[in-house]
T-cell receptor, first 115, second 110 residues
Framework: NAGVMQNPRHLVRRRGQEARLRCSPM?????VYWYRQLPEEGLKFMVY????????ESGMPKERFSAEFPKEGPSILRIQQVVRGDSAAYFC?????????????FGPGTRLTVL | LAKTTQPISMDSYEGQEVNITCSHN???????ITWYQQFPSQGPRFIIQ???TKVTNEVASLFIPADRKSSTLSLPRVSLSDTAVYYC???????????FGTGTRLTIIP
């Protein structure tokens, strides 16, 4: 059973461009979470999705950021008009059910660098 | 959300047992205690989860006293490959957000 897949692993964008980060959860997992990690800091929750639905987006900035988890295909975290402050590692995790009863399994992350 | 406090860093020699303690004074009845390990440039990896008393798996043990206001992750006979950041999380049943602090940076010395 392959683990959580994220691509690309590294992404470089210039200010004002769009960044699209993809996450394929583990087989059988219908819950996906996105986290952001700044250098030397812990992970910060951004958004929680369950197939086709956004359950909790309280950690995601209201402007420029959006996330989706379609019925078919990977989950996408989209950042429009990127700024230097968006440079970070973005991690996706998945679980078969709620995280308090089911473990969240993390992918390797996408490192976004904004020039 | 219950706030956790852990040491910023720890050093240990290879072959020793390492105990990392986490305080969570305002833990709620529905909260579980979970530990993750993170290596540089990788995503966190689940180590162990518990509610009370003691839990043991193939890599670690988790000790939780009766009042549940703290917990201790125990790593037996550490090796250089155990050098990583260890995060203590309190997860609330029904709340899907994991709250990560800065964790404990464990360095194993040969």
């Amino acid at each position: 059973n392959a683990g959580v897949m994220q691509n690309p692993r590294h992404l470089v964008r210039r200010r004002g461009q769009e960044a699209r980060l993809r996450c394929s959860p583990m087989k059988g997992h219908s819950h996906v979470y996105w986290y952001r990690q700044l250098p030397e800091e812990g992970l910060k929750f951004m958004v929680y999705l369950q197939k086709e639905n956004i359950i909790d987006e309280s950690g995601m900035p209201k402007e420029r950021f959006s996330a989706e988890f379609p019925k078919e295909g990977p989950s996408i975290l989209r950042i429009q008009q990127v700024v230097r402050g968006d440079s970070a590692a973005y991690f996706c995790a998945s679980s078969p059910g709620q995280p308090s009863t089911d473990t969240q399994y993390f992918g390797p992350g996408t490192r976004l660098t904004v020039l | 959300l219950a706030k956790t406090t852990q040491p910023i860093s720890m050093d240990s020699y290879e072959g020793q047992e390492v105990n990392i303690t986490c305080s969570h004074n305002n833990i709620a009845t529905n909260d579980y205690i979970t530990w993750y390990q993170q290596f540089p440039s990788q995503g966190p990896r689940f180590i162990i989860q518990g509610y009370k008393t003691k839990v043991t798996n193939e890599v670690a043990s988790l000790f939780i006293p009766a009042d549940r206001k703290s917990s201790t992750l125990s790593l037996p006979r550490v090796s250089l490959s155990d050098t990583a950041v260890y995060y203590c999380l309190v997860v609330n049943f029904g709340n899907e957000k994991l709250t990560f602090g800065t964790g404990t940076r464990l360095t194993i010395i040969p």
